[in-house]
């Protein structure tokens, strides 16, 4: 037994002594060193080693120093990495991996930092190499920046729709004021141009002595304030730019958006990309394709002598400054879209006098080239022509007809047209006025000249919901538009519904909703012969769409003939692949039989006299809201040649009467 506990003994004092050793071998210092080394590099990503061990300097004044070399880069900070800690005795040495965001543009490199050991810590030797590997005493960084202009926005053959034109910024140079009020001359400025007096004279009083306060920006083409009225204010005066703009202050705004200097809240949620003086768009394809349009900064880092001022590096031979950093100016690439600038703003002219939210879209169908995507003044803004989702109307009586084909019918098959029609309690009826000589048994396609909502929800049997969105997705309709390149709504065609919703889909009411493109696409269609994919921009590189679901609700419209007449928003729509089972020819040929018969035998007569192709076209009124009687949205869509149009009108009352004569007008002066 006493053999036993002795060879326990000298076991369990090896065992000590081997963990000793270890201990011994592990205590080397590392642990600290990594430590001190991860400190550092957390301290210097946070610009503040203000409570770091430093040796060779005041840690407060090496703290100054490192505020000084990098205040050029602020607001940037860096991302700091320690390497690995190479160690010699009580000093040791570890690689600084920086990494810089500047704009959009990423600086790195390696600095070497050297630490020693005194006492039980360890201290960085301060060297301003450890901040950049350059870098000598004395010395900091500036940064220069270039910015390329801003690239155009073109339309059909390369017209410029967006280019820099001449504006005048007028305001208040305080500079030039002399012994003169500045609230005073701020209060007259303010009054000749037409902007909030207090606000403005706030704004003058608070700025430096230096400053030059803008008040407004003035297109220099067409401008009515006069350089004479400006220089009778003391202090006032009209500074000469120009900015990326188009033709008017209205064309296209809603869909091109606009584009200005960027402002304090924008250039704050950029994270360092933009800068006081940028011009960055906002809204439409000018947010969409900021990117591109306003193409890369050019950045320069070098070191300069701290305290010699621009004078005395000018004057300096050689130049003391070295490049350490260096990203050429990259343009903006010019962003090009089908858009007739003609087309466009004929669209616009056509809907100026039209009070409620309107919009006019026009549409090659052999290319599916969007040439205009007008909204009316009533939007307030708004992309009706592209986003709106609204109840279509008896538009969408194409649709149900291409379904009906697809059961056996023709534009010769006799169809019911009755004075009402009654669905699971709830009374359908015909637009007033309705022609008695169309009521009773009467061809297809007379029943869709006239438009007999009667004729059509009679069929609601032999044509399903799943038909009418299969024939939806035939025409263009409800799918994706892979080439469009802009957020647009092409439409939502509900797949089931039953009793009187589905009753109300076959007069384009109930869940069944589409924009003025999706309508104009569908017309488009049938012109074609084939589904059109509409095409916008035809170079989207950063910032393209990569679907044509609706991005955002518009106030859309519901039907009180259905249990769903409370619409505050549009329901979202599920927008398909491109439909297996498209068009034909054969059918597009009787729907655009039946689209020429609204003209020459229906209640679009009017359009019988438009010079050129005869034009097919399908009118639609669409109620809704709960007013008694209620209000309605017109419609109406029509092919002519090789253009296909929609014109829509939210609170509009008949679509022939009110949409007609402003499709007859945009026609007549299109040619």
């Known amino acids: 037994m006493a053999r036993v506990g002795k060879t326990k003994n000298i076991v369990v004092g090896l065992a000590a002594l081997l963990i000793a050793v270890s201990l011994s071998a592990c205590d080397d210092g590392r642990a600290g060193a990594e430590g001190a080394a991860k400190q550092l590099a957390s301290s210097l990503a946070a610009l503040d080693v203000g409570t770091l061990a430093v040796e060779g300097k005041d840690a407060a004044a090496a703290n100054e120093q490192l505020k000084a070399v990098f205040a050029a880069l602020d607001p940037a900070k860096p991302a700091v990495e320690s390497g690995a800690v190479k160690l010699d005795g009580d000093k040791a040495t570890v690689p600084l991996n920086y990494t810089w965001k500047i704009g959009t543009a990423e600086w790195k490199y390696t600095a070497e930092a050297s630490l020693k050991k005194s006492g039980d810590k360890w201290a960085v030797q301060w060297a301003p190499a450890l901040l950049e590997p350059e870098l000598k005493d004395g010395e900091i960084l500036e940064k220069t920046v270039?910015?390329?202009?801003?690239?155009?926005?073109?339309?059909?053959?390369?017209?410029?729709?967006?280019?820099?034109?001449?504006?005048?910024?007028?305001?208040?140079?305080?500079?030039?004021?002399?012994?003169?009020?500045?609230?005073?001359?701020?209060?007259?400025?303010?009054?000749?141009?037409?902007?909030?007096?207090?606000?403005?004279?706030?704004q003058v009083q608070a700025a430096g002595p230096q400053a030059f306060v803008s008040a407004i920006t003035l297109r220099e083409d067409g401008r009515t304030i006069t350089d004479q009225q400006i220089a009778a204010i003391p202090g006032a005066r009209g500074v000469p730019d120009t900015l990326p703009l188009a033709p008017s202050r209205t064309f296209a705004r809603a869909l091109l958006g606009t584009a200005a200097e960027a402002s304090a809240e924008q250039i704050e949620k950029a994270g360092g990309v933009l800068k006081a003086g940028d011009v960055v768009g906002s809204g439409g394809l000018q947010e969409q394709y900021d990117a591109q349009l306003r193409g890369q900064d050019g950045v320069t880092i070098q070191t300069r002598p701290q305290g010699m001022t621009d004078e005395q590096l000018k004057a300096a031979t050689p130049d003391p400054r070295r490049r350490l950093f260096a990203v050429d100016t990259k343009a903006g690439e010019p962003l090009k879209t089908t858009l007739d600038p003609h087309l466009q703003q004929l669209a616009e002219d056509t809907l100026a006098g039209v009070g409620p939210a309107s919009a006019i879209v026009a549409l090659r169908?052999?290319?599916?080239?969007?040439?205009?995507?007008?909204?009316?003044?009533?939007?307030?803004?708004?992309?009706?022509?592209?986003?709106?989702?609204?109840?279509?109307?008896?538009?969408?009586?194409?649709?149900?007809?291409?379904?009906?084909?697809?059961?056996?019918m023709t534009p010769d098959s006799k169809v019911e047209c009755t004075p009402t029609i009654t669905v699971d309690g709830r009374t359908f009826k015909n637009a007033e006025g309705y022609p008695a000589s169309s009521l009773g048994s009467v061809t297809l396609r007379d029943a869709f000249a006239h438009s007999c909502n009667t004729a059509f929800i009679s069929m609601r049997d032999q044509v399903?919901?799943?038909?009418?969105?299969?024939?939806?997705?035939?025409?263009?309709?409800?799918?994706?538009?892979?080439?469009?390149?802009?957020?647009?709504?092409?439409?939502?065609v509900p797949g089931n519904a039953d009793g009187t919703e589905h009753a109300a889909s076959m007069i384009g009411q109930g869940k069944v909703l589409l924009s003025p493109l999706a309508a104009a696409v569908m017309a488009g269609s049938v012109a074609h012969g084939a589904p059109v994919s509409p095409q916008l921009v035809l170079n989207p590189g950063t910032g393209s769409a990569t679907s044509s679901a609706s991005a955002s609700a518009s106030p859309a419209a519901g039907d009180p003939a259905t249990a769903s007449d409370s619409p505050s928003s549009a329901p979202s729509s599920t927008v398909a692949p491109a439909s297996d089972k498209p068009i034909t020819a054969a059918e597009a040929g009787a729907l655009g039989d039946m689209m020429r018969a609204v003209v020459t035998s229906g209640h679009a007569g009017f359009l019988a006299?438009?010079?050129?192709?005869?034009?097919?076209?399908?009118?639609?009124?669409?109620?809704?809201?709960?007013?008694?009687?209620?209000?309605?949205?017109?419609?109406?869509?029509?092919?002519?040649?090789?253009?296909?149009?929609?014109?829509?009108?939210?609170?509009?009352?008949?679509?022939?009467?009110?949409?007609?004569?402003?499709?007859?007008?945009f026609l007549t002066a299109a040619g």
Do not use: C
Request: proline residues 6%.
């Open 146 to 202: 270039t910015s390329p202009s801003r690239a155009d926005i073109l339309g059909a053959g390369d017209a410029k729709l967006v280019t820099y034109r001449p504006v005048v910024y007028v305001g208040v140079d305080k500079t030039q004021l002399g012994s003169a009020d500045p609230a005073a001359s701020a209060s007259k400025v303010a009054q000749l141009v037409g902007v909030d007096e207090a606000a403005y004279v706030k």
């Open 365 to 408: 169908p052999s290319t599916g080239a969007v040439l205009a995507a007008a909204s009316g003044p009533g939007s307030n803004g708004y992309n009706t022509a592209m986003l709106g989702q609204y109840a279509p109307g008896s538009t969408f009586k194409m649709i149900d007809s291409l379904a009906m084909f697809r059961n056996g």
């Open 464 to 492: 399903s919901q799943a038909q009418l969105e299969s024939a939806a997705t035939s025409l263009g309709v409800a799918v994706e538009a892979p080439k469009l390149g802009a957020n647009a709504f092409l439409g939502s």
């Open 609 to 665: 006299n438009v010079p050129g192709a005869p034009v097919g076209a399908k009118t639609g009124t669409a109620e809704f809201g709960q007013d008694n009687p209620p209000k309605t949205h017109a419609w109406i869509v029509a092919v002519h040649g090789d253009l296909a149009v929609a014109v829509f009108v939210e609170d509009g009352g008949l679509g022939a009467t009110t949409s007609g004569p402003l499709l007859k007008s």
